[in-house]
């Protein structure tokens, strides 16, 4: 079995070198992540890859998300101050914050605790009034821009946004076959995507959250692949249980028969660091002995420092885990010699 490695691209590797080199190690697929791409540029970005490289291209959706907008830097809310939340495109201040997509504002309720930057800042909301509410500081935090946002209770959002949609008709003018369904909740929301996109369309459903790990076998079963973001798992679940929900999605999937990928800090620190830890080539190690079909590179090759050696990483640390499995192989093989001519 071949493992699979993908590459996210963005600003660090959206270059005609990177694309070239990325190329030549033959990167299985190249995702284009539609929340970190605005609409008008996915068109361009899709010709633009075409032009350098024959790897296929997956459009990955931003599916029901809620994230801040542009935010000036060095933006910190600080407890007990007031934030005005919109559905206007502003620039984010520690005073105004914009909520999207605008029809979040429908689910927010007197008493909403909002997350910002998932680890950053906590407000809870004291007002709602159409498209803006008004917010109150619960902990202090850095917000930056484009950042994902938690609320709770849960908003009901669609599993495809109205950015998504558009998306879609664009990839299907352009012949692209692979989709990422991110959020996915139930079997129903892979079967409207496929409707969707092109016929014969491969589909890979992302499993990210607490309904979608609940719902997993339908999910699975609806599926062409699934794909385990551990980043936005982590949002929902407690850190120290993401581990062994990856390997329970990877038994599951396996038993399906249904190839099963990872993604999120396989590599983290090589985002600034040429060098990996051994802490990441372990995790890398066991994600591979889980019996998962593929890897995948998000900020490290979107917006690390160097694409192209994160990806060497990463296919180093596959052929070490295909050397192992092959003397594993021939040392069980000596042993059972042994035992028949014993």
């Known amino acids: 079995m071949k493992i699979r490695v993908f590459c996210t691209l963005g600003p660090a590797s959206l270059k005609p070198d990177v694309i070239r080199q990325l190329d030549e190690r033959e990167a299985d697929l190249f995702r284009i992540n539609l929340s970190h791409t605005p609409?008008?540029?996915?068109?361009?970005?899709?010709?633009?890859?075409?032009?350098l490289s024959s790897t296929?291209?997956?459009?990955?959706?931003?599916?029901?998300?809620?994230?801040?907008?542009?935010?000036?830097?060095?933006?910190?809310?600080?407890?007990?101050?007031?934030?005005?939340?919109?559905?206007?495109?502003?620039?984010?201040?520690?005073r105004e914050l914009t909520l999207r997509p605008p029809s979040v504002f429908d689910e927010l309720q007197i008493g909403s605790l909002v997350g910002i930057d998932f680890h950053g800042a906590l407000l809870r909301v004291t007002d709602v009034d159409g498209g803006r509410a008004q917010g109150l500081v619960v902990s202090s935090g850095r917000v930056g821009s484009n950042k994902a946002v938690t609320i709770e209770p849960r908003p009901a959002l669609p599993a495809l946004s109205e950015k998504d949609l558009a998306a879609i008709e664009i990839g299907a003018r352009h012949g692209i076959t692979?989709?990422?369904?991110?959020?996915?909740?139930?079997?129903?929301?892979?079967?409207?995507?496929?409707s969707l996109a092109p016929s014969g369309a491969h589909i890979i459903a992302k499993i990210e959250s607490r309904e979608g790990v609940r719902n997993m076998d339908e999910i699975i079963d609806a599926a062409d692949a699934v794909l385990i973001d551990?980043?936005?798992?982590?949002?929902?679940?407690?850190?120290?249980?993401?581990?062994?929900?990856?390997?329970?999605?990877?038994?599951?999937?396996?038993?399906?028969?249904?190839?099963?990928?990872?993604a999120t800090n396989l590599l983290e620190s090589m985002v600034t660091s040429n060098v990996p830890t051994i802490a990441e080539a372990n995790d890398i190690a066991n994600t591979?002995?889980?019996?998962?079909?593929g890897l995948v590179l998000a900020a490290e090759t979107a917006v690390g420092i160097d694409p192209v050696g994160s990806?060497?990483?990463?296919?180093?640390?596959?052929?070490?885990?295909?050397?192992?499995?092959?003397?594993?192989?021939?040392?069980?093989?000596?042993?059972?010699?042994?035992?028949?001519?014993?």
């Open 39 to 51: 609409l008008e540029a996915v068109e361009s970005t899709i010709e633009f890859v075409r032009r």
């Open 56 to 94: 296929p291209i997956c459009l990955d959706s931003e599916g029901p998300q809620v994230r801040c907008g542009i935010v000036d830097p060095g933006v910190e809310l600080v407890a007990k101050k007031e934030v005005r939340l919109t559905a206007e495109a502003i620039r984010g201040t520690e």
């Open 178 to 194: 692979h989709y990422a369904l991110s959020f996915a909740s139930n079997a129903e929301d892979v079967t409207r995507l496929r």
């Open 288 to 293: 591979l002995l889980d019996g998962v079909h």
């Open 230 to 262: 551990r980043g936005d798992l982590s949002h929902e679940i407690a850190l120290e249980h993401v581990p062994f929900y990856q390997k329970a999605i990877a038994r599951r999937a396996n038993r399906w028969n249904r190839p099963v990928y990872v």
């Open 311 to 342: 990806v060497d990483m990463v296919l180093r640390a596959i052929r070490a885990f295909e050397q192992a499995n092959d003397l594993q192989l021939q040392e069980e093989d000596r042993a059972q010699t042994s035992v028949e001519r014993g």
